[in-house]
């Protein structure tokens, strides 16, 4: 399997515009996880997916972060507008309901300049 | 709160020594918890787990052990190998929760060959 996929690897954008972070989970796993990691925070939940339904998106920062899954092989994360403390790394994780090890993508670089 | 806290932000040790990695926790409800290994412009990968109904838990050259009075959990890596050089987190969940995990900010650990 090819594992969590992730895109795009790297992104650098100015502050007010949109971004969007696209994920591919592992095929099989119907729990998705998006993280994000901040030299102040460490790595945080962002939203639960399970079977493609949004079960815990408390971790979202606030309004101009938005997550979708409309399907099992896809969730997007939507930053809109991005502001400069947006810049982290973003992490997409699976799993296998059942299962307690979460598998990640190699994770988002964002810039937000 | 930092409910899961490893306060050494670096380690090194010469090859072939053993790696103590620890992590405390502040949270009685978690009872489960996990090793992840990240390399750099990696995802963190699973690296070995347990649970609070054991005290030891042992893959090859990992062994992670639990003291729950403590709440406290250590990772030993012997022999350490130079290619063991990584950023190493620790991370837990319960409490009702099966799905959100709790991660430690990590510690760099670098074996000198």
């Known amino acids: 399997d090819a594992g969590v996929i992730q895109s795009p690897r790297h992104e650098v954008t100015e502050m007010g515009q949109e971004v969007t972070l696209r994920c591919k989970p592992i095929?099989?796993?119907?729990?998705l996880f998006w993280y994000r990691q901040t030299m102040m925070r460490g790595l945080e939940l962002l939203i639960y997916?399970?079977?493609?339904?949004?079960?815990?998106d408390s971790g979202m920062p606030e309004d101009r972060f938005s997550a979708k899954m409309p399907n099992a092989s896809f969730s997007t994360l939507k930053i809109q507008p991005s502001e400069p403390r947006d810049s982290a790394v973003y992490f997409c994780?699976?799993?296998?309901?059942?299962?307690?090890?979460?598998?990640f993508g190699p994770g988002t670089r964002l810039t937000v300049l | 709160d930092q409910q899961v806290k490893q306060n050494s932000p670096s380690l090194s040790v010469q090859e072939g020594r053993i790696s103590i990695l620890n992590c405390d926790y502040t949270?009685?409800?978690?009872?489960?918890f996990l090793w992840y290994k990240k390399y750099p412009a990696e995802g963190p990968t699973f690296l070995i787990s347990?649970?609070?109904?054991?005290d030891k838990n042992e893959d090859g050259r990992f062994t992670v052990f639990l003291n729950k009075s403590a709440k406290h959990l250590s990772l030993h890596i012997v022999p350490s190998q130079p290619g063991d050089s990584a950023v190493y987190f620790c991370a837990a969940f319960g409490g009702g929760s099966n799905y959100k995990l709790t991660f430690g900010k990590g510690t760099l650990l670098t074996v000198n060959p």
């Open positions: 347990i649970s609070s109904i054991k």
């Open positions: 997916f399970n079977n493609n339904v949004p079960i815990d």
């Open positions: 994780a699976s799993r296998l309901t059942g299962y307690n090890e979460q598998f």
């Open positions: 949270n009685s409800m978690f009872d489960y």
């Open positions: 095929s099989g796993h119907n729990s």
